[in-house]
């Protein structure tokens, strides 16, 4: 099953964590490379055990840290051709770069990666639909609007990770940024307000909808209780208060969390897991043992 952590989000940096066993993808490296191994660590992720990072887009908030995490660990990095080479120009170092078109589908170990294009003030960004084949988790970050496509697919997820931007009264009255900045965050490709993300979540919410995580809070023109409602409520419009939504944030990770519900206790079970909280362990270990239980009626 896949599982979800977010290391941190916002304007500061934003990174996650996606494992389906022993595979574990680092969705952006936008922290800078102590924090991104300090936080995988605190979820007792060793940084070291990571199969792949995957890139949205060239911004520093999303590949500021991955020059130097790369440095000492041959980590393959994916990225679109145009994001991969923006992003080359100000690296010192050379990595192992693997080149997809925005729209292809690749391969890493047991999880199947979608990527497709979103529109944001970036030279070819995209949003990802990871699938390992019973769980199904979606990724956006940074998208101005929702396309008719990103709707595609991120229908019928387990668990959207979204960015809930800004709330539009909160950036409208912001004195801080200037007129110009405040237009390019709420235009087509700039970034999603409390209530596209809340549409975007009710649009897209099917019967497995699970968990929803938002992400990219601004500072000063959000607040996780303002998001939160605006999601919520929409989510209660539709009749799905039963989704849970939280918010990512900046300064801590967000732990490790399967995309979906487990399965609900067989009435008549003869084996359970050793340890169910453990499916995606960082060390390298063997697969957890069974052990038999006899039941007492
Ligand atoms: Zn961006
Ligand atoms: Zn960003």
């Known amino acids: 099953m896949l599982h979800l952590a977010v290391l941190g989000s916002g304007s500061s940096g934003n990174s996650a ?3 389906n066993g022993e595979t574990r993808i680092l969705v952006d490296a936008g922290l800078s490379a102590r924090q991104i191994a300090e936080r995988l660590e605190s979820l007792g992720v060793d940084p070291d055990s990571l199969s792949a990072i995957v890139l949205t887009h060239e911004h520093g908030d999303h590949a500021r840290g991955l020059g130097v995490f790369c440095k000492k660990r041959s980590l393959p990095v994916y990225a679109t051709a145009r ?3 923006v992003v080359r120009d100000n690296l010192a170092a050379p990595l192992a770069w693997r080149q997809f078109e925005a729209g292809d589908a690749f391969r890493i170990d047991g999880v199947e990666v979608r990527s497709f294009p979103v529109p944001h ?5 995209v949003g990802f639909l990871f699938d390992c084949g019973s769980t199904r988790l979606g990724v956006v970050s940074d998208l101005g609007h929702v396309t008719r496509l990103v709707e595609e697919r991120l229908r019928d997820v387990d668990t959207l990770f979204t960015e809930a931007n800004y709330d539009e009264t909160l ?3 912001d004195t801080k940024r200037p007129w110009a900045t405040k237009q390019r965050i709420g235009n087509r490709h700039g970034h999603l307000s409390n209530d596209q993300a809340a549409e975007l979540v009710s649009t897209v919410a099917g019967t497995r909808l699970h968990r929803v ?3 990219h809070l601004s500072s000063d023109c959000n607040q996780p209780e303002i998001a939160l409602e605006a999601v919520r409520r929409r989510l209660a419009a539709i009749g799905r208060a039963d989704v849970l939504v939280e918010c990512a944030g900046r300064r801590e ?11 609900p206790p067989a009435l008549y079970r003869e084996e359970i897991p050793a340890d169910p909280g453990h499916v995606c362990e960082p060390s390298r270990a063997a697969a957890p043992e069974w052990r038999q239980t006899e039941w007492a009626f």
């Open 121 to 125: 003030d970036a030279v070819d960004p």
């Open 83 to 85: 994001t991969g080479a």
């Open 17 to 19: 964590l996606v494992c």
């Open 171 to 173: 950036l409208m009255n």
């Open 213 to 215: 995580v938002l992400g």
């Open 253 to 263: 990770a967000l732990p490790l969390q399967p995309v979906a519900p487990p399965p």
